[in-house]
């Protein structure tokens, strides 16, 4: 779900009408709707798209000055209700929920929210465009010079909607788009707050998520049952248009905790694992899937589905997986091409809620497997954490693209900030890499299962190997092999993104040939 919205200060109607408006291609796929909502202070016009089914993670609230446009979802609703002293609000959907935060917490209102969301509101003069803790949904901004500020969940989507040649201005604390003159990201954990009254948009950053700093000792014992009922918590709380929902699975502790979770509060749960002719983990899911089978009480058990695809057809998912990501990081993207091909050979016909082991390698220190020394395994957690922001790995848009929504139960706000400020030592502990997740989910698994090895998802699928068989074709040598696929990513990223193209329309071949003479000519 997404949206590509120009506000205008409410005194210039005619301005919003008039203002030169495409329709928005989002790579999200879904209907898109004209909106036009007299928001507070301001007219939102633009559109919105998503599925027409009910697990529409889109909402919209209004009432008096305030209003509320939110895509995503929350996952803390009941506390939510708490706070305000009204438990009933728990039930009143998303938007409404967040719309009465607005009424008594105002733009703060952000920093209790524990969920997955962009959003735009409007709190009379005030706009408020935020997004999650961990830009979960990726948000957008351009402020114009006549106090317009237009919005959208995909930088494509805002240079159609907003008026960006009428000069767009920088945001103090905002980073400017790759390509796209005066577009920024809002940065994760930030709202981003314009006021209406001014001639030029005013705007200011409020922080409402930073990543801890400081870390916890706690006994193994406890540190085991933190995360155990953390992470079901985090699982549970996303199992919402039950039952049948799908996990992918890889059979790596990650996703199988997660699978294993999920399955044992929706009976239907279906995983499904993708391999390529290169390389698979497909053993190592079915040994999860099977499990899971056997040791659930009562028919049916989970239904466990393999995908393979062939190198070549993997590879031609990049411009896809480009184009939904908005991502310029090649290693990021080797991470989510073999996802997003697999998202889009999913059934189609009813929106999918999917629930990936995304993301736990990140707090627990998981890619450094060469790390043994508790101060470097911290330094690279802390890193990590750092240097997230941007990427957009976690971005629904991967799956929306294929009509699908994911969401990440490693990167629910409690159990990140459980995970990441857990003290080092049990994270590696008694030489194994993750311990406190594999020993916290140890009695839901196989024993093989709970000792294996890490193995990164473009290791696993063989994408590593296929984008680097696909430059050596292209005589590249292996010294400068890295530095190809981040010239490759970047060439699509400008085609795509910041030059509109649709990714059927681009010929991976002859992008890599022109990425690579660019490189040639730009010298080593
Ligand atoms: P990995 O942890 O192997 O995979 C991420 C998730 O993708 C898995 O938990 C699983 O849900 C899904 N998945 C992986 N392989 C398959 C498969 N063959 N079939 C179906 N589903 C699968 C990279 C990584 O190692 O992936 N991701 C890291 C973090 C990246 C680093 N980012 C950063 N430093 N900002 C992660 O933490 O997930
Ligand atoms: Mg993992
Ligand atoms: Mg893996």
């Given at each position: ?16 009408r ?31 798209v ?8 889109l909402?919209?609230a ?7 446009l ?9 506390e939510?209700a ?5 438990p ?11 719309l ?18 962009a ?14 803790h961990?830009?979960?949904v ?6 114009v ?30 980073r ?11 940065p ?20 409402t998520?930073?990543p ?36 992918v699975?890889?059979g ?20 499904v ?5 290169l ?29 393979r ?26 991470y ?18 999917i ?13 450094h ?6 101060a ?8 990590d954490?750092?240097t ?14 294929a009509g ?7 990167w ?29 989910v ?9 000792r ?15 984008f ?10 292996d010294?400068?092999?890295?530095a190809a ?13 910041a ?8 010929d ?17």
């Open positions: 779900t997404g949206f590509a919205l120009t506000a205008t200060p409410a005194g210039r109607r005619a301005d919003a008039a203002g030169k408006r495409r329709i928005p291609r989002f790579a999200t796929a879904g209907r898109v709707a004209d909106v036009e909502v007299r928001a507070g202070d301001w007219w939102w016009t633009g559109s919105v998503g599925p027409d089914a009910s697990s529409a993670c909402s919209l209004v009432d008096g000055s305030l209003a509320v939110l895509a995503g979802e929350l996952y803390n609703q009941d939510l708490g706070a305000l002293g009204d009933g609000l728990a039930e009143a959907g998303d938007a409404q929920l967040l009465a935060c607005l009424k008594c917490y105002g733009p703060h209102a952000f920093r209790l929210l524990n969920g997955r969301f959003a735009l509101a409007a709190d009379g003069g005030a706009l408020v465009a935020a997004t999650d961990c830009g979960g990726p948000l957008y901004l351009t402020a010079a006549d106090g317009r500020v237009s919005v959208a969940t995909e930088a494509k989507t805002l240079l159609a909607v907003a008026d960006v040649g009428a000069g767009g201005h920088p945001v103090a604390g905002l400017a788009v790759r390509g796209s003159d005066g577009v920024h990201q809002v994760a954990g930030g709202a981003v707050v314009a006021e209406a009254a001014a001639g030029r948009p005013r705007t200011r950053l409020v922080r998520w930073t801890p700093l400081h870390r916890r000792y706690l006994p193994e014992r406890q540190a085991l049952r933190e995360v155990r009922e953390a992470l079901e918590r985090a699982v549970h709380r996303r199992l919402r248009d039950g039952p049948g929902h799908t996990a699975l890889s790596g502790i990650d996703s199988s905790a997660v699978a294993a979770l999920a399955a044992s509060a929706d009976g239907a749960l279906h995983t694992s993708m391999g390529t002719d390389r698979d983990e497909f053993r190592e899911a079915r040994l999860v899937a099977d499990h899971l089978a056997r040791t659930r009480p009562g028919p049916p058990g989970p239904r466990h589905t393999e995908i695809i062939g190198t070549a057809e993997l590879l031609a998912e990049l411009p896809w997986t480009v184009w939904a990501s908005e991502c310029t990081d090649p290693e990021v993207v080797e989510l091409l073999p996802l997003a091909a697999l998202y889009r050979r999913l059934p189609t016909g009813r929106p999918l809620r629930l990936t082991g995304y993301g736990a390698d990140i707090p627990l220190g998981g890619m497997r060469e790390v043994d020394r508790p470097a395994l911290d330094d690279a957690v802390a890193h954490m750092d997230f922001d941007g990427l957009n790995e976690m971005s629904p848009v991967l799956s929306g693209a699908h929504w994911t969401t990440h139960p490693y629910d706000r409690d159990l990140l900030e459980s995970l990441v400020t857990l003290e080092a030592g049990l994270k590696r502990r008694h030489g194994r890499d993750k311990w406190v997740l594999r020993e916290a140890a009695d839901l698994l196989p024993a093989e299962t709970v294996r090895p890490k193995l990164g998802v473009h290791e696993g699928s063989g994408t590593t190997s296929s680097t068989l696909l430059l050596r074709e292209h005589g590249v040598p010294a400068r092999i890295a696929k981040g010239a490759v990513v970047r060439r699509l990223y400008d085609a795509v993104v030059g509109a193209a649709h990714p059927d329309e681009i991976l071949a002859h992008e890599t040939k022109a990425a690579l003479a660019g490189q040639d000519a730009a010298g080593p």
